[in-house]
């Protein structure tokens, strides 16, 4: 099969498509011909060789895909080939196949495009895991997102909104909160003119904030809680330590988490996903969460999908069409 993978280190130039054995499904797995794969920032940071993949996955690019079974390995139950799903992958997605443990793989809702659904299972088990699970969010909550316009912002700021939060968000310009206010968000803060913490203190604080920049947010982080609130951390956009005022913490009676969805455990990942199919995908059935692609490009084209991704420009999530492998 064609597939990109991992060679050296550096720009999106030493992205190349190559010729790969095609994956076998193992007990447990279904072989998935893929249909469409969602760039993730960790794909980013693989590429630059600074992302460790966990144990036992393969080099190939790619945590997210929709596409259709071709084979189901021994003793699976619920689907059959021909069906169309999407999964969640610890790598292998920038691929023409794919196997993957069937507790990973969800069936698509219907009205949903095949290739537009691959951006969703990072980004809806992402929330799902850390608001829902680990954030204990109950409606009424105000949940403070750093990054409207990403993959995780226009999922998350919709998500929230559709199981009775109150969206807060930062981006960096008016053009990008715009976009997020058409979606739903409430309380809009552009970062590069607004100090977030002391508007969010005048807002009545965030009970969660879910956190892409880490260590330069921090303090500030803390500072935007209400009581009782909780940081949420899955992204180190702005380096990954920072000093923690304990006494603002405990003043706060505040907590902060971090977590990552890629290296933990099958049955884990399995548990998330269950929480997507139950918590997440009835909207997208019903239409209440709209899918935000800022752009697919072809499998072939992988480098140019990644410069675009890296301009930091794009609204939604950018795909790659892995039928398209010339
Ligand atoms: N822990 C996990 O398991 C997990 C899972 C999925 C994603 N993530 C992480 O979550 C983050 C967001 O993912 P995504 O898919 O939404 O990425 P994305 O589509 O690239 O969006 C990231 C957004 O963050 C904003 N941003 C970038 N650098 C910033 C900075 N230094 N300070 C403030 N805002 C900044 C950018 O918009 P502005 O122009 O508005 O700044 C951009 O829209 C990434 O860091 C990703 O690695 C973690």
Redesign the pocket.
């Known amino acids: 099969m064609k597939a990109v993978r991992f060679r050296t280190p550096g720009g999106p130039e030493t992205l190349a498509v190559e010729e790969l054995p095609d994956p076998r499904p193992q007990a447990g797995e279904v072989l998935i011909r893929i249909a469409g794969a969602g760039l993730?920032?960790?794909d980013s940071l693989q590429r630059l060789g600074r992302h460790n993949l966990p144990p036992g996955a393969s080099e190939i690019f790619g945590m997210e895909v929709s596409g259709t079974i071709v084979e189901a390995g021994p003793g699976i139950d619920g689907f059959i080939p021909g069906d169309q799903v999407m999964a969640l992958l610890a790598s292998g997605g920038y691929a023409e196949y794919v196997a993957v443990s069937v507790g990973h793989v969800l069936a698509i809702p219907k009205g949903i495009g095949l290739i537009e659904v691959a951006g969703v299972p990072?980004?809806a088990a992402?929330l799902v895991s850390n608001i829902c699970h680990t954030g204990r969010f109950a409606p009424g909550e105000t949940v403070l997102i750093?990054?409207?316009?990403?993959?995780?912002?226009v999922f998350g700021i919709q998500l929230i909104k559709t199981i009775g939060g109150r969206v807060a968000v930062?981006?960096?310009?008016d053009t990008?909160l715009e976009v997020a206010r058409r979606l739903g968000a409430d309380i809009l803060i552009n970062?590069e003119e607004e100090d977030f913490a002391k508007r969010m203190l005048a807002e009545g604080g965030a009970d969660i904030v879910l956190d892409?920049?880490g260590g330069?947010y921090l303090a500030k982080n803390i500072e935007a809680l209400a009581p009782f609130g909780r940081i949420m951390t899955?992204?180190?956009?702005?380096g990954p330590s920072g000093t923690l005022n304990f006494a603002a913490l405990m003043k706060k009676k505040a907590s902060v988490s971090g977590?990552?969805?890629?290296d933990r455990s099958p049955e884990q990942k399995t548990a998330i996903m269950a929480g997507v199919n139950r918590l997440v995908l009835p909207f997208l059935t019903a239409g209440a969460i709209r899918l935000i692609t800022e752009r697919v490009y072809p499998l072939s084209e992988v480098a140019a999908a990644h410069a675009h991704?890296e301009t930091?420009a794009?609204v939604g999530k950018i795909l790659l069409d892995c039928r398209q492998t010339d």
């Open positions: 993730n920032r960790a990072e980004v992402t750093h990054g409207a316009t990403g993959g995780i912002g930062t981006a960096s310009s990008k970062y892409t920049v330069s899955i992204g180190m956009q702005g977590t990552l969805l890629r991704f930091k794009h």
